[in-house]
């Protein structure tokens, strides 16, 4: 391991099919007035909403609902719910959902605590959160990795920015994960999420350290895990097995373990955030989008990294070729993967067309450090429209 890290995780998991038998205990440790945030109503349809209020009441708990969060939550859906947590002094939050839902508590836990404009002080100026109100999750979505990592992605509508922070005391305390709550899934989220824990677990791997290191082996092991696994679910969305295979997938790919001694890319995702501030596109589907020809563009830039990637998760074979025709083989089996399970490989399926829009998107776009090639804002236009 080349570079010195700090590894922390405090997120408890419960895992399985009787995970939630573990909220009411969890529930004593913190005081009477919960908040309960969940998105559009999928969490009614599957009768979770139900049972959540059952066990509440068994608890002796007031709730305080805080619904309707949207897919790539808004600053003002903040506000809304650090409003809710102020007027009725809530203790503690449960969000139950997904990314979306999670990130949108975390802003609002981070929000609410301590007497400053959440956006201006922790988005955009990034001050680590002083104090907090505790929360939970319960997944519903599979692919993010907000169930334990302090991450947390919103849109200010008003300025047009998409934004991500990562503060490590803002991690939950708790997730419960129950791959049987992720079954009412349509096709296009449950692939979506599985676009988005391939790329976590790319953005960490496609960047330094080159030298032989555990981090990289284990994301290895996890892309053919994920692949593997994909397949099945696509076939069978019920399988039990492959579903609960893909939700610990996703939140090892995310919970900062890989991460250990890498720099991080993470331009995929700048790139793509910033696409959606303006066209509101599903994050995974965007991500698949994207990186094809991002991996292209930069694979000259780290061309043994993409090798080893073609051969150890794609099982390129590489006799006869050389090492460019090897990693652009691996790219293309990626986009063979992302299209067989039904993913969308094109940025003009997802509606961006305008390229007038796309020069906005490449100049207010974040530019990553940690890559392989540091982008300009021109590569990031070719790469736009490489990826149309
Ligand atoms: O609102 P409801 O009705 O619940 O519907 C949701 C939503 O429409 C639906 N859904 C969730 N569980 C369901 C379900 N539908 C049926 N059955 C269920 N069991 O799925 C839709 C999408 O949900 P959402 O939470 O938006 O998806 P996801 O988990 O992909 O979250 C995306 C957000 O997370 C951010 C993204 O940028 C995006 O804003 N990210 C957060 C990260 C983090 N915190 O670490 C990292 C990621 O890279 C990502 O940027
Ligand atoms: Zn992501």
């Known amino acids: 391991m080349q570079f010195d890290f700090t590894f922390q995780n405090y997120t408890k998991i419960y895992f399985g099919k009787t995970a939630l038998s573990n909220l009411k205990d969890e529930l004593k440790k913190y005081g009477n007035t919960i908040m309960l945030a969940y998105g559009k109503g999928s969490i009614k349809k599957i009768g979770l909403y139900d049972e959540l209020i059952k066990i509440f009441k068994e608890a002796g708990k007031n709730v305080v609902e805080f619904s309707g969060i949207m897919p790539n939550p808004t600053a003002a859906k903040v506000r809304e719910g650090i409003n809710l947590v102020r007027e009725n002094n809530v203790d503690f939050i449960l969000a139950v959902g997904g990314g979306s839902t ?43 990795g907000s169930e334990m990592n302090g991450g947390s992605v919103v849109t200010n509508e008003d300025v047009k920015i998409k934004t991500g922070v990562v503060y490590p005391n ?73 579903r609960s295979n893909i939700m610990w997938d996703a939140t090892l790919a995310l919970n900062t373990l890989i991460a250990c001694s890498k720099k991080g890319d993470w331009e995929v995702h700048n790139i793509e955030h910033q696409i959606s501030a303006f066209y509101d596109v599903t994050h995974g589907m965007g991500l698949a989008a994207i990186s094809p020809s991002y991996y292209r563009f930069i694979m000259d830039y780290g061309l043994s990294k993409f090798k080893k990637f073609a051969i150890n998760v794609f099982n390129v074979n590489p006799e006869g070729k050389t090492d460019k025709e090897i990693g652009l083989e691996g790219i293309d089996k990626l986009e063979e993967f992302f299209k067989n399970i039904g993913a969308t490989t094109k940025l003009s399926e997802l509606g961006v067309t305008n390229p007038e829009e796309l020069d906005k998107i490449a100049e207010t776009c974040y530019v990553s450090q940690g890559a392989y090639k540091v982008l300009t804002a021109d590569d990031i236009k070719v790469i736009l429209r490489n990826s149309l």
């Open 102 to 144: 999670i990130d949108c508590v975390k802003a609002v836990s981070m929000g609410s605590a301590n007497d400053v404009d959440f956006w201006e002080h922790f988005y955009m100026n990034y001050n680590i959160p002083e104090k907090k109100i505790p929360f939970g999750t319960l997944l519903t979505m599979v692919g993010t």
């Open 170 to 242: 803002m991690m939950p305390d708790f997730s419960i994960l129950n791959p049987e709550y992720t079954y009412s899934l349509s096709k296009f989220q449950m692939v979506s999420g599985i676009c988005d824990m391939m790329s976590h677990i790319m953005e960490q791997y496609f960047s330094v350290s080159d030298e032989d290191n555990v981090s990289d082996d284990l994301s290895e092991a996890l892309m053919k895990n994920i692949i593997r696994n994909a397949y099945i679910c696509v076939e069978n969305p019920q399988d039990y097995n492959a």
